[in-house]
């Protein structure tokens, strides 16, 4: 039997797990035990420094609530989110990449027609999404759902905003015909800041970094056999895309938006959806 | 500019700090990064695991209170607490070493004469504890600090039972004459479990693991111009000195606890505490 000591640390406390735990909760374990210890001993964490973080961390469970989740914003921030998005979402070349699902998808939107507009209020500069949505091959994709959601024009959610914003103002579900096409009118999103006014605000301004998202139209894709899509589409030229606080910008997901009428700020954005097959996902 | 990839996730997020971040807090976020993106790597943590760790954290922050730090409880139990006690603290062979301070230290212990008992409640297997404070040529210390702390007969700390112990039972401060010598009464102290009832506690028994520490009696000794010893001294034979649930015990701080007097159930406890000169401390 040896005690702990700061050689054999790791050993130490990786060795306490009883004999029932299952082997991926021991892996799980082993590598967060390792890592953890790796991190203070590598840069000789000094004890103010881990008091810090205590209470950072402290803080950053106290301010979390129903609607506020501050620990999946510290995830989103320190690429963490989008990087477990893309050890579990390596799709084949051609399929449409995925990005971050965010905090503000809510269930129970209203399925609706194509061509319908889901801006309820009426306010932004109106835009009409329109594509496909394809396999592999280009063929098309029967009866599969669009779930879409967005801010409004001036980058606040409806749920951000209940007292202002009708229900499930810029959100709709669109199922495609056999055709696999889709269309509906919408506003062409605009950049927004994550909320910055917490623990996760503050250790952004302190590192030196805005808390700004580029301008982006949330996307779930689903359909019977093919593995579901989350992405966001990108509004391109938008001043943050190399910037974003969450890391959620694929170059494939950055889209022109056109202007097709300049009277009345129209906008018109084509995206195809190309869904791979279940087992065609490598991840 | 690249955007975010599996790949160059590190770099990604690293590189979006500012330019007037400090070297050292560049220095601990970027092995933060490190560590975090090579963990969710190498383990290809699912998202349903992401997931409950998210809700391990939020709980983790959300039970804590003005009594109850449940974030440095995780820090104990997975080492990390001693991790960053060891590399703070590397003393030279022969000084006496630290171990954890833990949470039950309060400020304001009254002072008290040698001899004196600071069992208030009279429970308890009562037990002298003597010795001395030396440098590590073993030349006494004059005018040396000792506080002690421990938890009664039950295992619970005055600061745990207002309503049953009186203020600053089993606490006292001792300061020494120019022999270096200390002596006092209080009670052989007796293991306990860390607070079990909060998400740690889950965790702990989800791993196979008790949340015991073994019998063990805090203190902290200070001295002008060497550096201050924070340890325990813990009982010779406790069931729990090779599975302390924060990994607390050095061999060296194992004393024997003698029973002198067979009769009334006392003890006695010998420990000679030996002080580094500051610049003597290489941590």
């Known amino acids: 039997m040896s005690y702990f000591t700061e050689e054999n640390s790791e050993e130490a406390v990786s060795a306490r797990m009883g004999e029932n735990v299952s ?50 914003l510290l995830s989103d921030v320190l690429g963490v989110s989008m990087l477990v998005d893309a050890v579990n979402h390596r799709a084949p070349d051609g399929a449409t990449e995925t990005t971050v ?45 669009i779930s879409v959601w967005s801010d409004n024009y001036e980058g606040f959610y409806d749920v951000q905003q209940p007292d202002i914003q009708p229900p499930f ?40 970094r805005h808390p700004w998202r580029p301008a982006h139209t949330h996307f779930m894709v689903t359909a019977d056999g093919y593995s579901r899509v989350i992405t966001h589409i990108f509004v391109e030229g ?8 969450v890391f959620g910008v694929k170059k ?22 190309v869904l791979c097959r279940q087992k065609q996902n490598k991840g």
Chains 1, 2 share one sequence.
């Open 23 to 72: 082997p991926r909760l021991r892996q799980i374990m082993d590598a967060l035990i390792h890592h953890l210890h790796a991190f203070v001993k590598e840069v000789e964490l000094t004890e103010a420094e881990w008091e810090v973080a205590i209470d950072f961390l402290t803080k950053t469970g106290q301010i979390c609530s129903d609607t506020r989740q501050e620990f999946i």
């Open 169 to 208: 103002n810029n959100r709709g579900i669109f199922r495609t015909g056999p055709d696999g096409r889709y269309a509906f009118r919408g506003i062409k999103p605009v950049a927004y800041p994550i909320p910055d006014d917490g623990p996760v605000g503050k250790m952004l301004a302190t590192l030196g």
């Open 101 to 145: 699902f965010g905090p503000f998808h809510v269930e129970g939107a209203p399925e609706r027609q194509m061509g319908d507009n889901i801006c309820l209020d009426g306010k932004g500069e109106i835009c009409l999404f329109q594509g496909r949505v394809v396999d592999l091959e280009g063929n098309p994709i029967d009866n599969a759902l």
């Open 238 to 245: 938008d001043r943050y895309l190399t910037s974003d606080a």
């Open 252 to 273: 494939s997901l950055i889209i022109p938006f056109e202007k097709v009428d300049r009277a009345n700020e129209a906008w018109q954005a084509d995206f195809d959806f």
